[in-house]
């Protein structure tokens, strides 16, 4: 098989993300936990347990937002440099750099976290989900 | 009406906002005016009216940028996450997280502001331009 | 000839950028030494003479990697607002900004260098490869 994915596919995935992080980033953590398959794992904290489907996803999201409790902090996810791998199964292995960008009222910005994300995207009739995404943090590596 | 944009549309975007942005970085303060519709409208400062038209935003610009006078730093916006959405009437709302990242000679950069561009894009004969543009900074939400 | 490039080559130019910076991050020195054409230059270091061929640019890769000996650090290149402009030759010159992302090991990410690289990009039968890039860094502007 080809190791390139098509152009549309590269746009439509670069789309995909942008949408699926702006619901977290805005707070929309049900529209975000649905843009992973109904077997969909997310493995957000390195060394738990991942998360499968989108109920123990959203469960998960709710309480590692619970940190921010009395701290107003406004996240941003800035994603770049998205590698995108055919798989065999017809399956797509995504490999994409992220920043966390935190902001506190009145306070100047700071990058809380450098991460890489390992996704593996499912595209079936044209829509995307994921079937995984773990998370590695640059500053435990 | 459909929900989604085009590709093609998708990826002109992104270049319209490349050159949109090194312009307006490296000072091409008159190019980055005219990347806004006749009466396009731009809303730079909270709170401030808006600026119409080229020629008021050219001096908008102008104005915002003597804070620097005496003070050489370098910004650069980085653009993120652009998400696309058709309107009924034909034009696109683009939401888009941004990234001001400031360099002063010899100084290590800092991310001075993290901000969200709220644009409503028009697309005539294949050319885009702003018809809108308010910029959201996460400091002071 | 036309000002414009395609926006296939467009999406396919960001790929390239993924995987070739990716490869740098990951220290896969030679794959990134060989996205560069046979005769592509590499000018890493302001002021300094250019590197010529893959070989070359390996051993300046090589070279800059050692001041990270005994001082672990994960680099991450993110790019940004990619600007392609089709030359008369058929290549294609591409401005893209850069952030350095540092991380060291327990520590907070760190933007190390705000910079804007200038390539020359030649694709020959659907290959990408670069002609020449330099690196021009805003804290030395």
Known sequence: MSAVVSSELYVQVQHFYARQMQALDN???????????EDGSFALT?????????????????????????????LRHHFNQVLLTPQDDGSVASTVYGLLVRTRP???????????LHDVIDV???RIRLR??????DQLA
Not at 27 to 37: I, P
Not at 132 to 137: A, K, L, T
Request: proline share 8%; no cysteine; hydrophobic share 35%.
């Open 106 to 116: 009145a306070e100047q910005p700071e990058i809380g976290a450098s991460i890489v």
């Open 124 to 126: 079936t009739d044209g």
């Open 27 to 37: 707070g929309r953590l049900e529209e975000h936990a649905h843009t992973f398959a």
């Open 132 to 137: 995984s995404r773990s998370v590695g943090y």
């Open 46 to 74: 390195p060394g738990a347990e991942p998360a499968v489907g989108p109920q123990a996803i959203l469960e998960q999201l709710r309480a590692f937002m619970k940190q921010f409790d009395g701290n107003p902090t406004q």
